[in-house]
């Protein structure tokens, strides 16, 4: 299995599991990036910029690679997740709140598009608009970084 991460769990790996403390779980973090099975995208990496935790600031810097450019395909995918007026709402909101930085219909389309499950620490609710909304809408499978540990089998 393949994932395209939202902010969110990268953040939250870096603020609660340090590496000199988790070793066991980066070491299994960087395998599956060096592998391509974790990705994420451009402008994830924009909004970490923002961060004020240098050590994540510092990584995306030297992993710039696991943050790729958006495809036609998947810009093409964000025109159609816009598409849906409650959606389209919704994440121009919260866009223009953070500055002018959103990230989540990109990570939704990379994993649409690639067939990855988005990774994130967002929760679905009823009638929401957030990414795992969103996922659910098109089909696009959505779990939680609990979700993901569990998925690879990590027992620290």
Known sequence: MSYVFDNGPISMLFK?????????????FDDLIATDEIVS???VAREIADSSMEALRDWVAANAAVFSIPTAEEAAF???IYSVKHFHHNIE??????GGRM???????????EGRTVVTTEIFKPN???????CRHFGVECISIQ???ESQNWRF
């Not at 990230?103 to 598009?113: C, E, L, N, S, T």
């Not at 929401?128 to 969103?134: H, T």
């Open 93 to 98: 909101q919260q866009k223009l709140l953070k």
């Open 147 to 149: 979700e993901f540990m």
């Open 78 to 80: 964000i025109t159609q």
């Open 41 to 43: 995208v451009r402008e």
């Open 103 to 113: 990230a989540d219909p990109f990570v939704i389309a990379k994993g649409h598009i």
């Open 16 to 28: 609660n599991y340090f590496r000199s403390v988790f070793p066991t779980l980066w070491e299994n």
């Open 128 to 134: 929401g608009s957030k990414i795992p909304n969103i």
